[in-house]
T-cell receptor, first 119, second 110 residues
Framework: DTGVSQDPRHKITKRGQNVTFRCDPI?????LYWYRQTLGQGPEFLTY????????KSRLLSDRFSAERPKGSFSTLEIQRTEQGDSAMYLC?????????????????FGPGTRLTVL | GQQVMQIPQYQHVQEGEDFTTYCNSS?????IQWYKQRPGGHPVFLIQ?????EVKKQKRLTFQFGEAKKNSSLHITATQTTDVGTYFC??????????FGTGTRLKVLA
């Protein structure tokens, strides 16, 4: 597998339930991002991992959202007590930071996304 | 906080016409990326610009980074139906996150 994979691809849940999504990045990538995208909008940054460390989290993100990347490989995003406003496409992207002078390419490879619908 | 605006929001062109989308940031950027998202698909990386005044070309696509590193543009020459999709800029200003623009949706009429 040469791409970023996400599971599940679709999730329908009732308001108040907890949901967890998984992202498997490209194997040698040490950077991992989570984004949320609603119809007609650009991806909205949620959080960033470098290896297993969560280095940045959006201030817009409520305490109901949490993400982990325990071994610096796959990552999970959990939403507790879902609300209808959480309905969106959740995208994961990975990239590789090259420690080569003058070669700064942070190309992000996106997964297919998990579409969440909260009823 | 940092804002990234893109114009226009929509653009319909006849096949063969040129297309340009503009991206403007409220702050100075360290680099900017461009992505294309086809309907129903996920964003796909096109290019990254780092240097002030940088111009890069990919076949019919020309990317520019402003001298002040606050704006960028993507120009497509002689559009084709395969160019259909939404084009996003993604701005990086020194923290770890990328702020995506609002996107320009391109429709090409055959």
């Amino acid at each position: 597998d040469t791409g970023v994979s996400q599971d599940p691809r679709h999730k329908i849940t009732k308001r108040g339930q907890n949901v967890t999504f998984r992202c498997d990045p490209i194997s040698e990538h040490n950077r991992l991002y989570w984004y949320r995208q609603t119809l007609g909008q650009g991806p909205e940054f949620l959080t960033y991992f470098q290896n297993e460390a969560q280095l940045e989290k959006s201030r817009l993100l409520s305490d109901r959202f949490s993400a982990e990347r325990p071994k610096g490989s796959f990552s999970t995003l959990e939403i507790q007590r879902t609300e209808q406003g959480d309905s969106a496409m959740y995208l994961c992207a990975s990239s590789y930071r090259r420690f080569v002078p003058g070669a700064s390419n942070n190309e992000q490879f996106f997964g297919p996304g998990t579409r969440l619908t909260v009823l | 906080g940092q804002q990234v605006m893109q114009i226009p929001q929509y653009q319909h062109v006849q096949e063969g016409e040129d297309f340009t989308t503009y991206c403007n940031s409220s702050t100075t950027l360290s680099n900017i990326q461009w992505y294309k998202q086809r309907p129903g698909g996920h964003p796909v990386f096109l290019i990254q610009l780092v240097k002030s005044g940088e111009v890069k070309k990919q076949k019919r696509l020309t990317f520019q980074f402003g001298e002040a590193k606050k704006n960028s543009s993507l120009h497509i020459t002689a559009t084709q139906t395969t160019d259909v999709g939404t084009y996003f800029c993604a701005a990086h200003s020194g923290t770890y996150k990328y702020i995506f623009g609002t996107g320009t949706r391109l429709k090409v009429l055959a």
